[in-house]
């Protein structure tokens, strides 16, 4: 999307071929200098202690974890921005007793439940008020995981499944979670 524009790429999980070839050859040609495709955070963590990995995508827990060890790292957003997810809590529409289901919700996005949450989970607060409650039980914590910084979260492209039909709205030419898939194993071996 940034250093190749004339491929008309507006969201990383709507590529038609030409996108999608771009990407897999991009990712073939970087493999030779990738040591490991992390599958744990466990594994990311020893391989970045190790000194087997310099550089790879990852969660604010394992940098974490390798900051309190001392191991030399720093979490960032490239200027041309990342992927990311938000996790959330459901309700199935067949649950056998969804009162409970909204309880649970009306605890978990309280101030106290979440701000405990979200620290020991490692994830950004869901309001101002659990931000400040978060805050209380690890300073620092909102401003590690940016819960407040809108403009940041705009340079995050949140997952979406990739599908035949495109996100963008351009139509049925996109390549789709199955194809995608089978890149992946290629580029990984």
Known sequence: MA??????????????????NAAVELLKAQRQNITTYWGTAQQQIDSFTSGDMVVGTTWQYQAGVL????????????????TGWSDTWMISSKAAHPNCMY???D?????????????WFGEAPVTQAACDAA???SPGHCDTFHATDEAYFKNVWYWNTPTAECL???????KDFSEWTKAW???KG
């Not at 250093?3 to 999608?20: S, V």
């Not at 030399?72 to 921005?81: D, N, S, T, W, Y």
């Not at 963008?168 to 996109?174: H, L, S, T, V």
Request: glycine residues 6%.
């Open 168 to 174: 963008d709205g351009r139509g049925p030419i996109c």
């Open 135 to 137: 805050e209380k039980l």
């Open 3 to 20: 250093t190749k524009p004339d491929l008309g790429i507006t969201n990383p999980y709507a590529l038609d071929e030409t996108q999608f």
């Open 103 to 105: 309880k649970w919700m």
């Open 185 to 187: 194993t290629e580029i």
């Open 67 to 82: 900051e309190a060890a001392k191991v030399p790292v720093k979490a960032i957003l490239p200027k041309e921005g990342s």
């Open 107 to 119: 605890y978990i996005i309280s101030p106290d439940a979440n701000a405990m949450a979200t620290v």
